[in-house]
C-alpha cells in the first residue's frame, strides 16, 4: 500500500465549493487524527504527520463557483509531486481539461506512481490527461456521456465513488457522494481505525456504514428522463472539445 506523507488538493478559478473544500476539510480532520489532536480514543497507529494543502494553480486567491474567495496555501509548482494529487469539479474544470500546467501535473503524479484523485466534473480533467485507460471510474451525470463517448469505462449504474489502489485512482460523482469517497480513501490508505474516528466525526458512518470500508461506493439512481438534457446543457461547458492541433 502507498505510503501517504502529503496530499495536494487542487484549486483553480469557478472550482466548486462543495468539490474542493469537502475532500481538503475530510483530509485534515485525517491529519488532526494521525497527529493525535482530535483524540476520542488512543489510535493503534503511532503519530504522524500529514502535509494537506490547497494548491491554486495560478498566483493569488481563488475566486470559487459561486463568488467565495479562497486563500490558497501556495501554488502549484512545475516539479511538485505530493502522495495524494486531488482534482476537484466546479463549471471552471472545462476550462481545465484544457490547461497544460494541469494536465502535466497529472500526468506527473500518475507516472511517479502518486496517487490520483477527482470527483464531478473533476474526473472530466484526469480523463483528458489519459491517464484512465480501461480503470472503471464514475463522475457526476452532466459529463459521463462524453467520458464514455471518448472511452473512458464508466459503468452504469455509477457508483459514488470508484477506487483502484493498483492503478492510484480514486473518482467520486458529484457533490452528494465526495464526503463518503474522501472518508473511503482515509480508510483505506491510513487504516480502519483512523477511517472510523473520521467518519465518526463527519457523520459519515451513520449515513453510508460499512461502505467506508470498500473500494466501491453505493450505487446511484438513474433517470434517463433527466440526464440526457443536463449532459445537454453542461457537456459543453465541463468537457468541451479538446482543442485542436496547429499544424504549419
Given at each position: 500500500?502507498?505510503?501517504?506523507?502529503?496530499?495536494?488538493?487542487?484549486?483553480?478559478?469557478?472550482?466548486?465549493?462543495?468539490?474542493t473544500?469537502?475532500?481538503l476539510?475530510i483530509?485534515?480532520g485525517?491529519?488532526?487524527v494521525?497527529?493525535?489532536?482530535i483524540a476520542p480514543?488512543k489510535?493503534?497507529?503511532p503519530?504522524?504527520?500529514?502535509?494537506?494543502?490547497l494548491?491554486?494553480?495560478?498566483?493569488?486567491?481563488?475566486t470559487?463557483?459561486?463568488?467565495?474567495?479562497?486563500v490558497p496555501d501556495g501554488?502549484l509548482?512545475?516539479g511538485?509531486l505530493?502522495?495524494?494529487?486531488?482534482v476537484p469539479g466546479g463549471v471552471?474544470?472545462?476550462?481545465?481539461t484544457q490547461n497544460?500546467?494541469?494536465i502535466?501535473?497529472?500526468?506527473r503524479?500518475h507516472?511517479?506512481?502518486?496517487?490520483i484523485?477527482?470527483?464531478?466534473?473533476?474526473?472530466g480533467?484526469i480523463h483528458r490527461?489519459?491517464?484512465l485507460?480501461?480503470?472503471?471510474?464514475?463522475?457526476v451525470?452532466a459529463?459521463?456521456r462524453g467520458?464514455?463517448?471518448?472511452?473512458?469505462?464508466v459503468?452504469?449504474?455509477r457508483r459514488?465513488?470508484?477506487g483502484d489502489?493498483?492503478r492510484g485512482i480514486?473518482t467520486?460523482?458529484?457533490?452528494?457522494?465526495?464526503n463518503?469517497a474522501?472518508?473511503a480513501m482515509?480508510?483505506h490508505?491510513?487504516?480502519?481505525?483512523?477511517g472510523?474516528?473520521v467518519?465518526m466525526?463527519f457523520?459519515?458512518?451513520?449515513g453510508?456504514g460499512?461502505?467506508i470500508?470498500?473500494?466501491?461506493g453505493?450505487?446511484?439512481?438513474?433517470?434517463?428522463e433527466?440526464?440526457?438534457?443536463f449532459?445537454?446543457y453542461?457537456?459543453p461547458?465541463?468537457?468541451?472539445?479538446?482543442?485542436?492541433e496547429?499544424?504549419a
Amino acid at each position: 500500500m502507498a505510503e501517504i506523507k502529503s496530499i495536494a488538493v487542487v484549486g483553480y478559478q469557478n472550482a466548486s465549493e462543495q468539490d474542493t473544500i469537502t475532500p481538503l476539510e475530510i483530509f485534515r480532520g485525517a491529519k488532526l487524527v494521525l497527529n493525535g489532536t482530535i483524540a476520542p480514543w488512543k489510535i493503534a497507529e503511532p503519530l504522524r504527520e500529514l502535509d494537506v494543502k490547497l494548491l491554486n494553480i495560478e498566483p493569488g486567491n481563488i475566486t470559487m463557483q459561486t463568488g467565495t474567495q479562497v486563500v490558497p496555501d501556495g501554488v502549484l509548482g512545475d516539479g511538485d509531486l505530493y502522495d495524494i494529487f486531488y482534482v476537484p469539479g466546479g463549471v471552471g474544470s472545462g476550462a481545465m481539461t484544457q490547461n497544460q500546467k494541469l494536465i502535466s501535473a497529472v500526468k506527473r503524479h500518475h507516472a511517479a506512481g502518486k496517487v490520483i484523485g477527482a470527483n464531478c466534473s473533476g474526473v472530466g480533467v484526469i480523463h483528458r490527461a489519459g491517464i484512465l485507460g480501461k480503470t472503471p471510474v464514475t463522475a457526476v451525470a452532466a459529463v459521463v456521456r462524453g467520458m464514455r463517448d471518448e472511452g473512458t469505462n464508466v459503468p452504469q449504474p455509477r457508483r459514488m465513488w470508484q477506487g483502484d489502489p493498483e492503478r492510484g485512482i480514486w473518482t467520486a460523482t458529484g457533490s452528494y457522494g465526495i464526503n463518503g469517497a474522501t472518508v473511503a480513501m482515509v480508510a483505506h490508505y491510513f487504516g480502519r481505525e483512523v477511517g472510523t474516528i473520521v467518519s465518526m466525526m463527519f457523520d459519515t458512518y451513520g449515513g453510508i456504514g460499512e461502505y467506508i470500508y470498500e473500494l466501491q461506493g453505493p450505487e446511484f439512481y438513474y433517470h434517463p428522463e433527466l440526464e440526457p438534457k443536463f449532459q445537454d446543457y453542461f457537456q459543453p461547458m465541463l468537457l468541451p472539445t479538446p482543442k485542436q492541433e496547429v499544424r504549419a
